[in-house]
């Protein structure tokens, strides 16, 4: 069954304090993989688009890593306008994406 | 207006109306998409247009009834709904439905069914 799965559920930082968000996915015919930021009582805002294990993409503070099996969301000295929840969504064969659960982000000044 | 748009952006309803949620894109794209987003649950996949025609139906309930008049206006008509269907409706528009191509939100809809 096709599955996606974030970790942590929840992440506190200090700003300035470095981490990653983990995306792992079980799918068959991977199509791509996209992560999105949502801020509250907000609706979700494309940030990458992944197709193949090794690509990488940057986005200021952002970068966002792909292998066969997960991806890395880098956050690197992050700032508080950085908190939102961040999440994850796959395409596979079935071109529907499969979104996983997200997880929150929290960047105290 | 730009992107994608929703209204109205909060609604409450009895479990006897009937009421509609409007969704309309100004990206010149080809696909739209209904989701449920309920708390710290993933997305859920309601509904997909392409083209004007429904390629998806997530096993909905009838009480949630889709209409796409053309390629730029979705429309989601709600009747006699359950406590449990209160969630943030959220809309979403794409290129086409197929490969690769990266979905585009609106604000959504924060529905509470009393």
């Known amino acids: 069954e096709d599955q996606v799965t974030q970790s942590p559920e929840a992440l506190r930082l200090q700003e300035g304090e470095s981490s990653s968000l983990n995306c792992s996915y079980t799918?068959?015919?991977?199509?791509?993989l996209f992560w999105y930021r949502q801020d509250p009582g907000k609706g979700p805002e494309f940030l990458f688009t992944?197709?193949?294990?090794?690509e990488e993409k940057e986005k200021e503070r952002l970068k966002a890593t792909l292998t066969k099996k997960e991806s890395f969301l880098h956050i690197t000295a992050p700032k508080p306008e950085d908190s939102a929840t961040y999440l994850c969504?796959?395409?596979?064969?079935?071109?529907?994406?499969?979104w996983g659960a997200g997880t929150k982000l929290i960047i105290k000044p | 207006e730009t992107g994608v748009t929703q209204t109205p952006r909060h609604l409450v309803m009895g479990m006897t109306n009937k009421k509609s949620l409007k969704c309309e894109q100004h990206?010149?794209?080809?696909?739209m998409y209904w989701y449920k987003q309920s708390a710290k649950k993933p997305l859920e996949l309601m509904f997909v247009?392409?083209?004007?025609?429904?390629?998806e139906n997530n096993s909905v309930p009838s009480r949630f009834s889709p209409e796409c008049p053309n390629s730029s206006h979705l429309f989601l008509h709600l009747h006699t709904l359950q406590p449990e269907d209160s969630a943030l409706y959220l809309c979403?528009?794409?290129?086409?439905?197929?490969?690769?191509?990266?979905?585009?939100f609106g604000p959504g809809t924060r529905l509470t069914v009393t």
């Open positions: 979403a528009s794409s290129q086409t439905s197929g490969s690769g191509y990266e979905q585009y």
């Open positions: 990206l010149g794209h080809n696909a």
């Open positions: 247009y392409n083209f004007k025609e429904q390629t």
């Open positions: 799918v068959s015919g991977l199509r791509g």
């Open positions: 992944l197709y193949s294990a090794g």
């Open positions: 969504a796959v395409q596979a064969a079935g071109y529907q994406l499969i």
